[in-house]
């Protein structure tokens, strides 16, 4: 049903979808620094590029808008999963870029890369190095990854590298080990939140594209607030908010997102919905407190009158004590006679 919503509020397609594409890129300030930046550094000769950003920000649409941008002289190596070790990475790049190379250890595929970025140059081809998600990559790994831009002729370097992670990846470039790699950033780009403007704006820019026309009565003002404070301005967390607030639209044959709708879908996000109990409902799931607070009231009770009794019941209770520990007295001193 979420996928078919759209054609009731007069629009082609679902405008919320978490998938990449990007046609729905929306090019906020900052967004639009990282990709020039990217763009400009792909076209350098060697070093490396970071590309960092919180998760849902928007890291792999930029990517992707990268990849459609690069020029036909450039060879591509991507790699979308980096929890390898340094052997299976370069094993990666070789397959990425069609060297056939049956080695399996790290110098034979080394030097494998190494023929293969030379023959590129003389070609007149640039060859890059994508590496996803790289917050995952060992330290050992990320050392291997920058003994590749050593491969270099007189005058250049053969290899560019683009790194792209969430912040975690900077936290483990400022380490003593790796201060030679982060040495050889030459760019660096952060994307960050959207602020409350921008969200607005990011909401209307995906209607538009999924075919909205006319004035944008979906998501009033006051919705648009509470959807930013709600998301924190993050572009993915603002997709699913938005989806599944038009999905209760849809549901309840409504023609905009209202206060009520919202909270629902946010509930249904969170997973913290309430749900209304049926009177018996209730009361069976009280039985344990009632249960609970009657033992607790006859164990008080029972103590109150064993400490707090009639002053006769006590003293017969002694006495008859006293009594009954007296025979045992008087045979002790007998008992320990000759």
Excluded at 55 to 64: A, D, E, F, N, W
Excluded at 167 to 179: A, T
Excluded at 325 to 333: L, N, Y
Aim: charge should be neutral; hydrophobic fraction near 40%.
């Amino acid at each position: 049903v979420s996928g078919m919503y759209h054609s009731s509020f007069g629009l082609a397609e679902s405008p919320f979808s978490i998938a990449v594409d990007p046609r729905y890129l929306y090019m906020s300030d900052r967004h639009r620094d990282a990709l020039a930046h990217l763009l400009y550094g792909v076209g350098l000769s060697g070093g490396f590029i970071l590309l960092s950003g919180e998760v849902g920000t928007g890291k792999t649409t930029i990517i992707r808008c990268l990849l459609e941008q690069l020029p036909a002289t450039t060879d591509l190596a991507l790699v979308l999963n980096p929890a390898l070790d340094a052997k299976q990475l370069l094993a990666t790049v070789s397959d990425e870029l069609g060297i056939d190379n049956t080695a399996d250890d790290l110098k034979s595929l080394t030097d494998g890369l190494h023929r293969f970025l030379l023959d590129n140059h003389q070609r007149g081809r640039n060859t890059v190095l994508l590496i996803d998600e790289a917050q995952q990559l060992d330290a050992s790994v990320l050392e291997q990854v920058r003994l590749l831009t050593n491969l270099e002729t007189n005058t250049c370097k053969l290899l560019q590298i683009v790194l792209v992670g969430q912040p975690e990846l900077i936290e483990k470039l400022d380490r003593p080990e790796l201060r030679q790699l982060s040495q050889r950033i030459t760019a660096r780009c952060e994307l960050r939140a959207l602020d409350e403007s921008e969200a607005a704006a990011y909401i209307e820019h995906r209607l538009r594209v999924a075919g909205l026309e006319g004035p944008q009565t979906l998501f009033p003002r006051s919705i648009l607030r509470s959807i930013y404070r709600a998301s924190g301005g993050i572009p993915r967390v603002i997709n699913i908010i938005c989806d599944r607030a038009l999905l209760g639209c849809y549901a309840r044959r409504q023609s905009r997102v209202d206060r009520r709708v919202l909270h629902q879908a946010l509930d249904e996000i969170s997973g913290t919905s309430k749900r209304r109990l049926s009177p018996h409902r209730r009361v069976e799931q009280a039985y344990p407190l009632l249960l609970a607070g009657l033992v607790t009231f006859t164990l008080m009770s029972l103590m109150w009158t064993v400490t707090t009794g009639a002053p006769p019941a006590r003293e017969a209770r002694v006495e008859s004590l006293v009594q009954a520990a007296s025979p045992a007295a008087e045979v002790a001193p007998q008992q320990a006679g000759p």
